[in-house]
């Protein structure tokens, strides 16, 4: 399975494929505190989706997902990209939700991703574990819990 480093750099986060070629990147970081830096080895797809989330990025959150993939979040299932659209239109983009993974695992046949969201909600920031199952270099099912 191919995979994408994710760094993040207080702050900033800058997404590069192992063989060094930069695919995304968002800075603005503030310099005067100390620079912590964290490195992920994510698989594509999942690097893809946390990229595009940290841009808010709708059609590329859906992009890594597999056409009838299936999301449960907060006691809810959404199935395919027109459900997950709503979804992170309504609960994503709306509350400025951007999802910073610091840990990751395999487990059980999934990659397990946790860290903290933050934007313009109640709570915030939340921790949140993201259980991504992967097929065909394609998020086939998320489970997200907090």
Excluded: W
């Excluded at 505190?33 to 990229?51: F, G």
Aim: charged residues 25%; glycine residues 8%; hydrophobic residues 40%.
């Amino acid at each position: 399975m191919r995979h994408l480093e994710l760094s993040s750099l207080s702050g900033g986060l800058s997404i590069a494929s192992l063989g060094g070629k930069r695919t995304s990147s968002r800075r603005g970081y503030d310099r005067s505190r100390q620079d912590k830096t964290m490195s992920l080895e994510l698989p594509i797809p999942i690097a893809a989706y946390v990229a595009a989330n940290a841009r808010l990025d709708i059609d590329g959150m859906l992009a890594p997902f597999a056409a009838d993939a299936v999301l449960r979040d907060n006691g809810a299932t959404f199935r395919g990209h027109a459900e997950l659209r709503h979804l992170f239109e309504d609960e994503v983009v709306a509350v400025k939700a951007i999802f910073t993974p610091d840990t990751m695992r395999h487990e059980g046949g999934q990659v397990v991703v946790e860290g903290p969201a933050h934007g313009d909600f109640k709570g915030c920031p939340i921790r949140f574990t993201y259980r991504f199952t992967l097929e065909d270099d394609a998020i086939r099912a998320l489970e997200i819990t907090a």
